[in-house]
């Protein structure tokens, strides 16, 4: 972990390869119960995001960490980002519906969290955890033929969050682009790189823009899928 926390110190970005997470192989091929499959069904049952195109589907809740560890979900406070960063949707409170336990409780999903709660900690460059909004994003781009997925903002920007980790869960082998850019401004590109297996992960923080390209369907009648997580720290009074 202490290469990555310094990679992202020192470059605004750090990628992290699945293999890194290699304790997972102890909870999905464990032969008890397949949480990678509960996780990517629950992708399934994600909303249409009513409030910027991009054929993206998604859901959402906050988190909180208790003194014993324990994790707690809920809405703690509106979401919304501002138009500084987000120009398509910034300054709207945007409400999802909350993640629901089969998600929140999947063994996956709470080692990812855990660990990158112990990931910012040591990065130690925002503060406190208790100081902290704590978010996840579940998104679905699911792209046709002719009818790609993209992000909003959909080319170089930052985010309003001060940490964001990009966790890959499933992307179909049908799929073009996808592509997570890494550049000091908007125009001079540092690094364009892909999350191809799961839980290949993309830190990244303030100092650079990030994009990701859209995604396409290379095969006419058929649908491609991208499912990530993103897990956000935000400075509350940030």
């Known amino acids: 972990m202490t290469d990555y926390i310094k990679h992202l110190t020192s470059e ?23 949480y990678l ?35 707690i979900f809920g809405h703690f406070t509106p979401y919304k980002q501002t138009k500084k960063y987000n120009p398509d949707t910034g300054d709207i409170i945007r409400n999802y519906p909350l993640l629901p336990n089969s998600i929140t409780e999947n063994a996956i999903l709470q080692y990812l969290l855990n660990d990158d709660i112990i990931f910012v900690e040591k990065y130690g460059k925002i503060g406190n955890l208790e100081d902290l909004t704590l978010g996840i994003h579940l998104f679905r781009y699911q792209a046709k033929f002719d009818s790609p997925a993209y992000s909003s903002p959909v080319w170089l920007h930052k985010d309003d969050e001060d940490v964001v980790f990009v966790h890959l869960i499933n992307a179909s082998s049908n799929m073009l682009g996808g592509d997570s850019i890494i550049a000091s401004t908007p125009a001079k590109i540092e690094r364009v790189l892909r999350l191809e297996k799961p839980f290949d992960t993309l830190v990244v923080n303030h100092d650079k ?18 499912d990530i997580i993103l897990v956000t720290f935000h400075k509350i009074n940030g």
Do not use: M
């Not at 970005?13 to 397949?34: F, N, T, V």
């Open 37 to 71: 499959q509960e996780l990517k069904n629950g992708y399934n049952n994600l909303i249409l995001d009513p409030y910027s195109l991009g054929n993206r589907w998604r859901g959402y809740a906050q988190f909180r960490r208790l003194e014993d560890g324990t994790l």
């Open 209 to 226: 823009y990030h994009a990701v390209t859209p995604v396409g369907c290379s095969i006419n009648g058929e649908i491609a899928i991208r």
């Open 12 to 34: 605004g970005y750090s990628y992290i390869p699945g293999e890194y997470y290699k304790a997972l192989d102890k909870i999905y091929g464990s032969g008890e119960r397949d």
